[in-house]
């Protein structure tokens, strides 16, 4: 997951701090995404797979 939410945000030539904002989560909070280091939470999920036009199987 973490590699496909950076490569997904940096297609769309944003920064962190941006998606991160448009998402009400913090940039260190995508970050955690981003890395593997925290679970996203199934709501924060949907509010990404919704912003960057994804479907979550």
Known sequence: ????????????????EILASELNITQQSLS????????IKIDI????AKYLQRIIC
């Open 1 to 16: 997951m973490k590699s496909r939410i950076k490569e997904l945000r940096e297609n769309r030539r944003l920064i962190q």
């Open 32 to 39: 955690k995404y981003e890395r593997d280091i925290t679970t």
């Open 45 to 48: 999920l949907k509010r990404i």
